[in-house]
């Protein structure tokens, strides 16, 4: 009998990644590839989801059912079925769906309950689902929102950085810039910084928390500042609900996972409005979204750019 299995994938803006489970769940094969945010460079995210899917093809023995793509930047760009098109016409036109990478993450952390998943890594994006009907908050890429992601702690502790550099006021962010970009003065940082990926940029908040948990009082400000910014649209997104409103929410995303001021601050400040509110870290790999996806809308057919 021949094995069926479905693929989820992950295509985040460091890298994606592909897995394939049998119909009860069980994980079959994985694959890893370049990055798959298509709002920046698009024609190199297509290539490297088609790559890394076509990777984990060619392991596994069996039927492949459909593939769920969860895609960073998809918000951005739009038109997820023509993009869901072009995936398919370079995996052997596979069913395909293009979703963006929230609301992958969103079904595999509350595994088709009702509730909300803040993603807070690169970027950042609040997703509520409630009825089948999903709530958006935020998501709009590092220049117009991504509040709390590493890319806004990164970009917000530049600015205080380059603000105290200019008043020539003390300011531990500045020689931790310095001592990063490898140069002699502030003002030879900015120059670096706009030469950066935003995955780069938001690789740099590390930093910045590792000098907040240290109690330094400028990249504690940041700190506090991108927690109220969170928290402030996971409020807008619970406003939003129908009562009863559901209260669980899933927090994914390398700030959420790792810096514990920044999430307990947030919660804090959700909690003062809704003290029912259920916080927990989701571990499970996004990928595995595709389980628990209800949708019907696989494109299997190739579009315009083959003919």
């Known amino acids: 009998m021949t094995l069926k299995y479905q693929i989820g994938v992950d295509a985040g803006g460091t890298h994606s990644t592909a897995i394939a489970y049998d119909l009860n769940g069980k994980e079959l094969g994985r694959a890893e590839g370049g990055p798959g945010q298509i709002n920046a460079d698009y024609e190199g995210g297509i290539n490297n989801i088609a790559n ?3 990777e984990l093809l060619d392991k596994i023995d069996g039927d492949c059912m459909r593939v769920l793509v969860g895609i960073a930047g998809l ?37 088709g309950e009702d509730g909300a998943l803040v993603i807070a890594g690169t970027g950042s994006v609040f997703n509520g689902l409630q009825d089948g009907h999903l709530i958006a908050v ?24 380059l603000l105290s550099w200019d008043k020539r006021e003390d300011n531990a962010l500045i020689p931790m810039f310095t001592k990063f970009f490898n140069v002699e003065h502030m003002d030879e940082c900015n120059a670096k910084f706009y030469k950066m990926t935003n995955s780069e940029v938001a690789g740099m908040a590390v930093h910045v928390a590792k000098l907040a948990d240290q109690g330094d009082p400028d990249a504690s400000a940041v700190i506090k500042e991108q927690a ?43 909690k003062s409005k809704y003290p029912k509110a259920e916080f927990s870290v989701s571990n499970g790999e ?3 979204g595709v389980m628990f996806d209800k949708s019907k809308d696989y494109r299997y057919f190739t579009n315009h750019e083959d003919h």
Not at 83 to 109: Q, W
């Open 52 to 54: 890394t899917v076509n």
């Open 75 to 111: 918000s951005v760009v739009g038109n997820a079925p023509e993009v869901a098109a072009t995936i398919s016409s370079r995996i052997n036109n596979l069913p395909t769906r293009a979703i963006t990478d929230s609301l992958l993450a969103l079904y595999s952390g509350l595994e």
């Open 138 to 161: 935020g998501g709009y890429g590092n220049i117009l929102g991504d509040e709390g992601s590493g890319y806004a702690i990164a970009k917000s502790a530049m600015q205080s950085a």
């Open 228 to 270: 109220h910014l969170l928290a402030r649209d996971i409020i807008i997104g619970l406003d939003r609900y129908e009562d009863p409103k559901p209260m669980k929410i899933a927090l994914t995303g390398s700030v959420l996972a790792n810096n514990e001021m920044l999430r307990n601050l947030m919660e804090d400040e959700v």
């Open 286 to 288: 996004n990928a595995r």
